[in-house]
């Protein structure tokens, strides 16, 4: 587990982070919202309601099993400290998951989010998504918002904000 740093390529997190997204949401996409989010050299293809004003990308944390990049998240904070931290995104390839690498992600962002005075930290996760839910609320998290997430111009999908107050 280690900061990103200036030699981490932007190519290879971004590949992990879609690799690790679409094993977890494959079974609540369509055939064509698949292959739109397969096919797609960048996130723009995908928008939510929690993202339209999103702070500013922070701290990034990278799991990694040698030089390989497994599991990220990502910290994105507003301009003023004593707000909320909003981890967006936070994903581990379906090949290390279950090694407790997602526990270890949040801790990670938990602690720079606390040294940096924010109240807590804020998160999304699909309605049908039952195993981000599950691991929200393990982690200290209550539902506290809705919202919806949607893939280019396809119907929305119901979401619901989680928080945790430090």
């Given at each position: ?23 977890g949401h494959k079974p609540l996409l369509t055939a064509e919202e698949y ?29 990694v099993d040698g030089a390989r990049i497994v599991g990220l998240g990502q ?53 049908d998504n039952d195993a981000a839910i599950a691991f929200y609320k393990g ?28």
């Open positions: 587990m280690r900061p990103k740093q200036a030699g981490d390529s932007d190519w290879e997190i971004l590949a992990v982070g879609k690799a690790a997204w679409l094993s292959a739109l989010v397969l096919a797609a050299t960048s996130n723009d293809v995908l928008h939510s309601s929690w993202l339209t004003n999103k702070p500013k990308s922070e701290f990034t944390v990278l799991a910290l994105c904070t507003k301009t003023e400290a004593n707000d909320y931290g909003l981890v967006e995104p936070m994903d581990v390839l379906p090949q290390y998951q279950g090694q407790h690498l997602g526990t270890r992600i949040w801790n990670e962002l938990k602690t720079y989010s606390q040294q940096r005075g924010d109240k807590g930290l804020q998160v999304w996760a699909l309605d982690m200290g998290c209550t539902a506290v918002a809705k919202g919806e997430f949607w893939i280019d111009s396809f119907p929305h999908k119901p979401a619901t904000g989680f928080q945790v107050d430090f």
